[in-house]
């Protein structure tokens, strides 16, 4: 990134060195380095491993990293997200599940979303709405509880008994309606249920008389890095039509999937039972 444009002695004079490194820091990640290492990151930035790990903790605690799979190695966070949503376009996962939403929503005629995880919430990122009286509230950039949403629960799939624990370390969840998990307990028991169904069916989980169709999308790794779903008036869909809009998420989740390079291994779907 060029400063040429900059006069030297503003540079000198209002140039916070801090919040320099730490946005350089961040300018390192891209779509060829979507990982990259403390060390590697103080050999690129020219600066002691010291000053980066005081960094990484920073932009770690804001959001704006997170560690990947817990280890070592670092990727940029869901706080980056909400710095500009009208950037989403450029993102692969919108980039490539916004044709799939639209075309799933041209086949079942009720709209499509596709939706990540920042934290306890879920953030729509891609939306295809439908030509019906049918509506859906949400947009691109709202946020909803994880643990009250069809969505919300595909997102949680993978996470283990502990890590929920530490995500809502509360003895009661908040309640949004009478089909809300009041425990971490008895949520985990759900998440895992869809997690070996390989999908979310559910009538006014969140919002009465609204039904929601929900799948996983994988990356590389095979972790859940999305939802992909479709909100439907529960009164009006029978049960050969709901089957048959059930496999066409599936599918197009699945298709999203590949497109993220996530190519399926045989062997029976474990719990994660472990603390």
């Known amino acids: ?10 540079q000198e004079k209002y140039i916070v060195p801090g919040l320099e490194r730490g946005l350089r820091l961040l300018c390192e990640f891209s779509h060829k380095d979507r990982v990259l290492s403390a060390p590697e990151l103080a050999r690129r930035l020219k600066v002691p491993r010291s000053t980066v790990f005081r960094l990484l903790t920073t932009l770690e605690v804001m959001g ?3 560690r990947v799979d817990g280890g070592r190695d670092f990727r940029l966070g869901m706080a980056v997200l909400r710095l500009g949503f009208e950037y989403l376009a450029s993102l692969e996962l919108t980039e490539l599940g ?14 499509c979303n596709l ?15 439908a030509p019906t ?35 809502y370390p509360e003895p009661q969840l908040e309640v949004f309606s009478a089909n809300t998990p009041r425990t971490v307990e008895e949520l985990f028991e759900m998440v895992q249920r869809d997690r070996e169904h390989g999908y979310v069916l559910q009538e006014g989980f969140f919002e009465a008389n ?13 972790k859940v890095v999305a939802a992909l779903g ?16 059930i496999d066409k998420v599936r599918a197009a989740a699945g298709e999203l999937s590949y497109l993220l390079d996530y190519r399926p291994v045989s062997g029976k779907v474990v719990n994660l039972f472990r603390e």
Do not use: C, W
């Open 133 to 167: 009286p049918f509506t859906s509230s949400v947009n691109v950039g709202t946020r909803l509880p994880a643990h009250a949403t069809v969505l919300g629960r595909v997102l949680l799939a993978d996470l283990s008994l502990a890590e929920l624990r530490q995500l």
């Open 230 to 245: 479709t909100t439907i008036p529960s009164p009006r869909i029978e049960p050969a039509q709901l089957d048959l809009m």
């Open 1 to 10: 990134m060029s400063n040429d444009l900059i006069p030297e002695d503003v």
């Open 210 to 222: 609204i039904s929601t169709i929900a799948a996983p999308v994988l990356d590389r790794a095979g």
């Open 98 to 111: 916004r044709p799939l939403l639209d075309r799933l929503r041209d086949d079942i005629h009720y709209p």
């Open 115 to 129: 939706v990540v995880r920042d934290g306890r919430s879920i953030v729509y990122v891609a939306k295809s709405v």
């Open 64 to 66: 704006f990293i997170e």
